[in-house]
Structures are given as structure tokens and as C-alpha cells.
């Protein structure tokens, strides 16, 4: 019998932002301390494997550094003084500042602030009820999905895909736009095994040789902003060459003649010139899945952090419509599951106390709203009093002088429930200790597999944090609506209600099954009947303005960014910050293997495995500017510059540097992270956050 077979297992799901909230297995030491935390095994999916920074979470659970009692400011915002507080003291002023905010300019001046810093629907959602209870500004949630799912939609019309298992059985895995060893591990499991097991090849599109790229077979390295010039080439040879299923496209597309006449300009000479890829790269790829019916594109979220990046994931979905490989078990083209959950959170987030007529704010664009552009605002008043939960926004929001100048202002009065002393966190007026996922029931879903996995109570927590759901109930309380449909329930009331209304059991019985597979059937999955749209069909003919989304904008927000220009056929569009003689470089800001956006930042071995703040910057770049590795180097641009340290590493075009992982903004060296440099514009048609799209200068740093 092995250590782990002799130690008390609990199971759980990781709560963090990426796709996979992989099934967990944690070794419990006792009633509040955990061990290592493995894969669940016996998940299909999750298969046993997760990423190391998760496997050591006793490192964040246990941390000597967790906020332990909820501290108000004692000095200057920003200054760091802090005086301790009782729970009922604390939430007592957060109420009062709420309630005099409302009367000075009504409830809309109050905007509840929060995101994916737990995936668990409980402690994410339920923030919506006490928003809608009291009537306080809407959140449009545009951080992550936007770009990406708008470009889904125009063309599949459903956001749901082939099994993510199917990659198993898959010839050829498509790896496009997602550093999976990095953000997916699961990913690369289920590739590998394809390897392994059919000798499938695996290709990888990204803009540098990145640890993903390293276990590809064909390794295709473009500039950022230019995926769908790469598309279209392909599906150009497709059809020069006699490769593209004509039956499957009369059958199952809207216009395929239209899509060939168009792209006979589309060639790869044409291509290269944009992309920065050869034309025997272009020509070997479009071959490669040309003549492997059993192709499988994991289509990913990088790829569409660009001003143009619904174009990109339309054009890149295209090609297996293209290629009829959608027919296929082990073949197809996916990007999130997301819509095949259908769960009903009508309870928890107090849909049905919705007032239309109060204004929605923009995720992304908080610096624009705390600063006061009226374009944010919506033509409301001023946001003058937060809550924040499950995110940090002075670090990883666009355009972070914006954002941190609007949270110094002295009329801003700032609550931040979190786990550590973020960024955020030491901007706010009042600051609440918040419990880690062990320490509280929850239930997940994740976009890149088929799973709803229940998360229940593990361990106690310190004495001292409480729970997101505790937060909104007691506030309630203090603000006059905890009577409202929605309140006075527990954690597990609302994970029956939301499980029940779809008829998946309850709290109780999910424990017991520890997750349900809602993958749908073959036929669904693979689009056999049809496609999403009406007519059946899957669309090269995008309805950039009038296509449904799961994160459309509402109607009283409209429309997003120079929508005229985006293309009626699959097509490279410079709406991109694109290179120019005083920005000649293009910034992308990649993840980091050992953080999650802002989450491990605070760990040690994260923190020693990513060393610095570095640009990855060429070779013959950094010789141009006079650089050596390991130099200082300012970057910069119209929103601001920061220093980060050169990395010389030549697997990347000339003219493309990057910035991988979002350290916190203390661990560079003026206090500012690599959001400064990041646009809070919202490209067309829905919106998002363009994070891997920016122009910048550069120098050796003064």
C-alpha cells in the first residue's frame, strides 16, 4: 500500500480560472491542514494529471501571509496602514458607505466588482443577488471570453464542440492559440496520448516557442494578430488543391463558393507576407489536416486577445468546416463547452429583482469608469463606492494608471474581499479576509471538458476569513434586502435549487458521484444535425451585428469598436495596434507556468521557478537596440512604459516581444506592471480586453 492510498482523501475541483477545474484528490493531514493535491484518477478528463502549481496548494492555503482579520484604513490610501477590525465593525461601515453613496447620487453609484478568481458558481455569482436586490450598477463580465466566443458563435452558432476526450482517437491535434502545458495540462494528456497510442502528429500555432510548442511535431510561429491571414491561406490551398470536402461544405456550410471566390487572393505568398511564416509552412500545415479526416482543432483564448480576435477564431473554426473533419470521431473543431451546461442560477443571482433600466458597466474598461469618461459611465453618475470579489484590477485590468488613479480617488470608498493583500487590496478602504475553495462548499463547471464537479467543505478554515456567500448575506442584512427571494439560504440550498432545477440530484448525491458527464451525443457534438444557426448551417457569412451570444452586450450598451470593418468572409483585418516607426515592436502578455494571472504570484516556488519580471525580446532586436540578456529595458507606449529585465530567445519573430506571466506591480521595479501598457478600448462587435495587443517602443532602460 502507497503513502497516498494510506492518507484521508477528499475531493474536490480546483476553482481557478482556466477551462479544466480539474477533479481533485487532496491529502487531508487533519481537520484544517492539507498535503499534496493529485489528479482524480477515475475523471475521464482530468485523467490524473494536474499542473504543479495546484499539486503544491498547501503552499497558498497555509501561506503565512493570508489576510487573517478584516483591517480598515488607518492612513492615506496607499499607504499602507491599516488598524484591525471586527467582522461586525467592518461590514457595519462597508453598509454605511454604501447607504450615503446611495444618497448623494442613487444606487447606481455602487458597483459590485468581481470575476473568476474562483470558478464555483456559489461563491462567484451570488454577488449578482445582493446587485440586483439593491439596484446597484450591472456588470458586463467582458475580461476572457468575449473576443473568443463572438467568433465561435458566427460561425457555429452553439458554443459546445467534439468531445475533448475524442482527441485521444484524434490523427492530427491541432493546438491553436493556447500554451496547453502551461493553462491546460489536460490538453496535453489527451494529445499525447494520441501520439502515443495512433501516432498522431500534434501541431502548434503561436506566437513564440512556448513550452507547448516544444512537444509539437510542426510548430508554426506567427506574429500576434495575424491567425486568420493564416486560415485563410489554408483554406485557399484546401481548395486549390482538391482537399476540401465539397459534399460535406454543400451540406453543412452557408456559402462555400462564396468562401472560395474569396479567398483566391487569399494565397500563402499572401499570407506569409503578414504572418511571418514561409510559404512552405503555410502549404505543409494545409496539408497536413487536408489529408487527416480525423483532425482535431483545440481552438484557444490567446489567439482572440487581439482588436480583431473574433475574426481570428471565426476564420480558424472555418477550417474544419472546410475540411469536413467535423464528421469524424477524433475529429472537429472545439472551443468551450460552455454552452451545454444550462444551468439555472436564477436564485442565486436574483435574476428576477433585474431593474432594465439600470445601467451596465464594463468589465474591462474600470479604469475609463473610475476616471470618469463618459463614454464608461453610460451617461449615470460617478461610481463612488465598490465591492470587489474574486478578482485584483489594479493588476491585471487594461490600462493600470487609469485604473489606479481612479481608485485613489478620495471619493471612492472601496471594500476588497480577498485572500491575500493584493495589488487591489492595498488601495481599498476596507479589506475582508476571504476563505480558500477547501474551506467552503461550491460546485463548478468547466468550459474545456463536459464536467459540473461538486467542490464540498474540506478543512476548516484560520480563524478569521469568511466566506463570498457570507459577505452578501450579511450584507443584506445591513442594507435592507435580506428578505428578498434568494437570501437566508446556505451554500448547499443553492447548490440543490441550481442542481435540481436540471435535474442532476442534489448537494448530497453529487458527493456521493462526485461529478456528472453532460458531454452531449456524438451527433450533437459533432454537429451532425445541424449547426447552431436556423438555418442549420455552419456560417463563412459572419452576422457580425445581429449573431446571439452567450456575452452579447445589452441592448442599452450596443455595439463595440469600428464594427464596420469587420469582414463578411473569413480575413486578416488591421484592426490591431499594429506596428508603426515610433512603436516598431508588437507586446504580447502570455501566461506564466507557475502563476494564474494574479494567483500564485505570492507563493514561494512560484515566485523562484518565474525569477523576474523579463521581456523576451530576439536576438538580433536586442543587438539592434544594444541590449545584452539579463539587461534592464524600458517598454513603452501612449498609456505609460515599464521596466522588466531582456531575455534573449530566438523563438520569436523580429518585432515581437513578450511578457510572460502578470507579477504583482511591487515586483517591478517603479511599482507598475505590464498593464500599464495594455488598451481598455472595447474592439467590435462585443467587446473584451485585447491583451496580447499592443504596439511598443523599447530602449535600455536609464
Not at 227 to 254: I, N, Q, S
Amino acid at each position: 500500500m502507497n503513502q497516498h492510498a494510506k492518507l484521508r482523501i477528499g475531493h474536490s475541483a480546483c476553482p481557478h480560472d482556466c477551462p479544466s477545474t480539474c477533479a481533485l484528490e487532496v491529502e487531508l493531514l487533519d481537520g484544517n491542514r492539507i498535503g499534496r493535491v493529485h489528479g482524480a484518477k477515475t475523471n475521464s478528463y482530468t485523467a490524473g494529471v494536474i499542473c504543479a502549481k495546484v499539486a503544491r496548494y498547501a503552499d497558498r492555503v497555509h501561506h503565512p501571509d493570508r489576510l487573517l482579520k478584516p483591517l480598515v484604513r488607518a492612513g492615506a490610501k496607499g499607504d499602507g496602514a491599516w488598524k484591525d477590525a471586527s467582522w461586525e465593525a467592518a461590514l457595519d461601515l462597508v453598509a454605511e458607505k454604501f447607504i450615503a453613496a446611495e444618497k448623494t447620487y442613487g444606487s447606481e453609484t455602487v458597483w459590485p466588482y468581481y470575476y473568476a478568481g474562483t470558478m464555483g458558481l456559489v461563491q462567484r455569482d451570488g454577488i449578482d443577488r445582493l446587485r440586483h436586490a439593491k439596484k446597484y450598477s450591472g456588470f458586463f463580465g467582458s475580461i476572457c471570453t468575449n473576443l473568443a466566443w463572438t467568433g465561435w458563435m458566427m460561425g457555429a452558432g452553439a458554443l459546445r464542440g467534439p468531445d475533448p476526450r475524442e482527441m485521444a482517437k484524434s490523427d492530427c491535434v491541432v493546438i491553436w492559440g493556447t500554451n496547453a502545458v502551461v493553462t491546460q495540462v489536460n490538453v496535453m494528456t489527451h494529445a499525447i496520448k494520441a501520439r502515443k497510442e495512433r501516432g498522431a502528429r500534434i501541431v502548434v500555432i503561436d506566437v513564440y516557442e512556448n513550452a507547448t510548442m516544444k512537444q509539437a511535431d510542426l510548430g508554426l510561429v506567427l506574429k500576434p494578430g495575424t491567425d486568420g491571414a493564416l486560415a485563410c491561406a489554408v483554406m485557399h490551398v484546401l481548395f486549390r488543391e482538391g482537399m476540401a470536402d465539397r459534399a460535406y461544405l454543400e451540406k453543412y456550410t452557408d456559402d462555400p463558393k462564396g468562401l472560395e471566390e474569396h479567398l483566391r487572393t487569399r494565397t500563402p505568398e499572401w499570407a506569409a507576407g503578414i504572418t511571418g511564416l514561409t510559404v512552405a509552412e503555410i502549404e505543409a500545415f494545409a496539408r497536413l489536416v487536408g489529408t487527416t479526416k480525423k483532425t482535431y482543432f483545440r481552438l484557444g483564448y490567446g489567439f482572440s486577445r487581439q482588436r480583431n480576435g473574433s475574426v481570428n477564431m471565426h476564420a480558424a473554426a472555418s477550417i474544419a468546416a472546410v475540411t469536413g473533419c467535423w464528421q469524424y470521431e477524433g475529429g472537429g473543431a472545439f472551443h468551450s463547452n460552455s454552452g451545454i451546461f444550462k444551468l439555472n442560477q436564477e436564485v442565486l443571482e436574483g435574476t428576477r429583482m433585474r431593474d432594465p433600466s439600470i445601467r451596465y458597466l464594463d468589465h474591462s474598461r474600470i479604469g475609463p469608469v473610475l476616471t470618469g469618461a463618459k463614454d464608461a459611465l453610460y451617461g449615470g453618475p460617478p461610481v463612488t463606492a465598490m465591492l470587489i470579489q474574486n478578482t485584483n484590477p489594479v493588476n491585471v485590468a487594461p490600462e493600470q494608471r487609469l485604473v489606479k488613479q481612479g481608485f485613489l480617488r478620495d471619493d471612492l470608498f472601496t471594500c476588497v474581499h480577498e485572500q491575500f493583500m493584493t495589488d487591489t487590496a492595498k488601495l481599498a478602504d476596507v479589506v475582508l479576509p476571504a476563505t480558500m475553495f477547501l474551506e467552503h462548499d461550491d460546485v463548478y463547471k468547466g468550459g474545456g471538458n463536459q464536467h459540473i464537479t461538486l467542490g464540498p467543505k474540506l478543512i476548516d478554515p484560520p480563524e478569521g476569513p469568511r466566506t463570498n456567500h457570507f459577505v452578501i448575506e450579511e450584507l443584506a442584512e445591513r442594507l435592507g434586502v435580506a428578505d428578498r427571494p434568494g437570501f437566508g439560504l446556505t451554500e448547499q440550498q443553492h447548490i440543490d435549487i441550481i442542481l435540481g432545477k436540471r435535474g442532476l440530484g442534489s448537494f448530497d448525491s453529487l458527493k456521493e458521484d462526485k461529478w456528472v458527464d453532460l458531454q452531449p451525443d456524438f451527433d450533437t457534438a459533432h454537429f451532425i444535425k445541424g449547426f447552431g444557426h436556423a438555418d442549420g448551417k455552419f456560417h463563412f457569412r459572419a452576422d457580425w451585428t445581429g449573431q446571439a451570444a452567450p456575452n452579447r452586450p445589452p441592448k442599452s450598451m450596443g455595439l463595440f469598436g469600428p464594427v464596420e470593418r469587420l469582414p463578411e468572409f473569413p480575413d486578416h483585418v488591421d484592426l490591431i495596434e499594429v506596428a508603426d516607426e515610433a512603436h516598431p515592436f508588437r507586446l504580447a502578455t502570455s501566461p506564466a507556468r507557475n502563476f494564474l494571472n494574479s494567483t500564485f504570484s505570492e507563493t514561494p516556488v512560484s515566485k523562484a521557478k518565474e525569477v523576474r519580471p523579463e521581456l523576451l525580446l530576439h536576438p538580433d532586436d536586442a543587438a539592434a537596440h544594444g541590449l545584452a540578456d539579463g539587461d534592464r529595458v524600458e517598454v513603452g507606449n501612449q498609456r505609460g512604459e515599464v521596466v522588466l529585465h531582456a531575455r534573449l530567445f530566438d523563438g520569436i519573430k523580429r518585432g515581437v516581444v513578450i511578457a510572460e506571466g502578470i507579477w504583482p506591480n511591487s515586483a517591478h521595479e517603479r511599482g507598475e506592471g505590464i498593464n500599464v501598457l495594455t488598451g481598455a478600448d472595447a474592439p467590435a462587435p462585443y467587446g473584451g480586453a485585447a491583451f496580447h495587443d499592443n504596439k511598443v517602443w523599447l530602449r535600455a532602460a536609464d
